[in-house]
């Protein structure tokens, strides 16, 4: 029985949704369509659309792009020998100026060094002294036996011997002053790695103040030679990286100004310039790399910052303009539909578009006036009826009572 019943509601509903479409379909044929000729006098039927004035304006061809602030500079400072981390002097957020101490290691193995360099070049002087007076009694002695030599007391053998011994003491001599000369550089060397134990803030580009941006090591700790102890940032100029598209790359060029908007300042707009633009696009996402320079005196933007930058491509004044909505396409053609409010008909005109933004078009073929329609094109053809918004006047003479007609319920005046 329970099945039954199921059945005969089934067919019940089936039945209903068979007569509401015969329904539509009868209603479908009897209008015939939009902008078709159908019904019982097969009259066109007029289209509903919005319409909009063709009007000019100033448009502007703005890009739009996301990238992250950089400090115009940045490096890390390490030191050059091993030790131990005697003093941190600086911290995150210290101003630096060039030169500042920023910390010290353990130098008493340096200082030793020094001082075992420096009695090592006093030997080297003492054997200098000690060559140089053998060398002056070797020069006298061989002038000695030249003066006998002359006067045939003197053997020729006694003659060379005594050259051969100067010209030993001579050559001792200058192995010691080169010695010497050894011994000043090796001094120079222990003391320019004890000097590596004071670790300074050093760069060439400027002399204003920089800051402390990273810190990696604690005091005491053990260091090895180019471990990291602190970064050091040039906030003063900041540079924005973003990455442009393959289509809007032909536009930026070097020298184009920027503006840029951040969350951390909302309602605040900062300015700058590009300054380098890569010679190629990234294969993987065809974009190029864009660096755009934005003043910090005020030291208010910080690197890592997420920014929203513009960049004004192109601006034509007092340039013909129709909203966006209002382009369509037809049979493979751009334009848009002109209403001719005199014969409620619409025309479609071919156009060569110029800027294109978010809401406006530019139309820079051919010269139009009048007004397009924005809404409802999607049912319209060259030369379809069209009907605006609003009663029709047919319908605002019918509705309008007459003079000295009653309007009181029951015709009363």
Known sequence: MKKVIVAVVVLGVLGVLGWQVYVRVKEAEGEGGPGRRGGRGGKAVAVAVEVVPVRKATIRDIGRFTGSLFPRSQFVVAPKVAGRLEKLVVDVGDPVTAGQLIAELDDDEYVQQIEQARAERAVAEANVAECKSSLEVASRELDRIEALRKKKVASESELDEASARRTACDAKHKVALAEVTRREAALKAAQVRSS??????????????????????????????????????????????????????????????????????????????????????????????????????????????????????????????????????????????????????????????????????????????????????????????????????????????????????????
């Open 196 to 413: 590596y134990t004071r670790i300074r803030a050093s760069w060439e580009s400027g002399t204003s103040p920089r800051v402390v941006g990273e810190r990696f090591v604690d005091e005491g700790e053990m260091l090895k030679p180019n471990t990291p102890i602190v970064s050091i940032l040039d906030n003063s100029v900041l540079t924005a990286v973003i990455y442009v598209i393959e289509r809007d790359y032909p536009k930026v060029r070097v020298g184009q100004p920027a503006m840029m908007t951040t969350d951390a300042f909302p309602g605040k707009t900062f300015s700058g310039r590009i300054v380098r633009i890569a010679p190629l696009l990234k294969e993987t996402s065809r974009q190029a790399r864009v660096e755009v320079e934005v003043p910090n005196a005020a030291q208010v933007l910080k690197p890592g910052m997420f920014v929203r930058t513009q960049f004004e491509f192109a601006r034509h004044d007092e340039a013909t303009v129709v909203p966006v909505a209002a382009v369509v396409r037809r049979n493979g053609k751009q334009g848009v539909f002109l209403a001719d409010t005199g014969e409620m008909k619409a025309r479609f005109i071919p156009v060569t578009l110029g800027i294109v933004n978010g809401e406006l078009a530019e139309v820079v073929k051919p010269s139009l006036s009048g007004v397009v329609v924005t809404m409802g094109h999607h049912l319209l053809e060259d030369g379809s009826a069209i009907r605006l918004p609003g009663p029709s006047p047919v319908e605002t003479a019918t509705t309008q009572p007459k003079r000295g007609a009653s309007t009181r319920p029951g015709g009363r005046p």
